[in-house]
Antibody, heavy 116, light 107 residues
Framework: EVQLVQSGAEVKKPGESLKISCKGSGYTFDSYWIAWVRQMPGKGLEWMGMIYPADSDARYSPSFQGHVIISADKSISTAYLQWSSLRASDIAMYYC?????????WGQGTMVTVSS | EIVLTQSPATLSLSPGERATLSCRASQSVGHYLAWYQQKPGQTPRLLIYDASNRATGIPARFSGSGSGTDFTLTISSLQPEDFAVYYCQQRSSWPGTFGPGTKVDIK
């Protein structure tokens, strides 16, 4: 079965760092872009950026450039989204998704809560 | 950045009725437009890719059309499980963008 499995929910304080993960299985992980999508509470979907695991070519939406880092370790079929300093405005559900002709496979989402 | 506008914001219909959802792009995206369905508390699900191709396992009552800047998602006869939020998304131009969504709710 083709799937993306994300790491579990996180509760952090403002200013803390965080790295969440997305592990692919059932397909050749290297061969597809993996995107990260943010969904703030009660809001729509926002495309954050994506990475090609074969060569770690990462691209970012201007809205997120400089605030997050997207990386991947193809040896363990895993993509990552990380923050060096979380803000209250980072509270959201974060999804990873495989890009084929569209986002055809989605992870289950990782809820990130930031609270002092 | 290409901006996608969806209309209406909310569509109130009864089961069995036809739903027509619109997505308009600020500039041409060719045929590189997809539609997703999201139910409360669930992950988005791909319905349509490249404007008119149904994704695997998607019922035939869902259809997509359009090209360039104007696109339509049609649900021919609404089933109870179709009441959800629908998003369009373009991959023609970097960065990819989503529309704000259309909520289809029960009248």
């Amino acid at each position: 079965e083709v799937q993306l499995v994300q790491s579990g929910a996180e509760v952090k304080k403002p200013g803390e760092s965080l790295k969440i993960s997305c592990k692919g299985s059932g397909y050749t992980f290297d061969s597809y872009w993996i995107a990260w999508v943010r969904q703030m509470p009660g809001k729509g979907l926002e495309w954050m950026g994506m990475i090609y695991p074969a060569d770690s070519d990462a691209r970012y939406s201007p809205s997120f450039q400089g605030h997050v880092i997207i990386s991947a370790d193809k040896s363990i079929s895993t993509a990552y989204l990380q923050w060096s300093s979380l803000r209250a405005s980072d509270i959201a559900m974060y999804y990873c998704a495989r890009q084929d002709d569209a986002f055809d496979i989605w992870g289950q989402g990782t809820m990130v809560t930031v609270s002092s | 950045e290409i901006v996608l506008t969806q209309s209406p914001a909310t569509l109130s219909l009864s089961p069995g009725e036809r739903a027509t959802l619109s997505c308009r792009a600020s500039q041409s995206v060719g045929h590189y437009l997809a539609w997703y369905q999201q139910k409360p508390g669930q992950t988005p699900r791909l319905l349509i890719y490249d404007a008119s191709n149904r994704a695997t396992g998607i019922p035939a009552r869902f259809s997509g059309s359009g090209s360039g800047t104007d696109f339509t998602l049609t649900i021919s006869s609404l089933q109870p499980e179709d009441f959800a939020v629908y998003y369009c998304q373009q991959r023609s131009s970097w960065p990819g963008t989503f529309g704000p969504g259309t909520k289809v709710d029960i009248k």
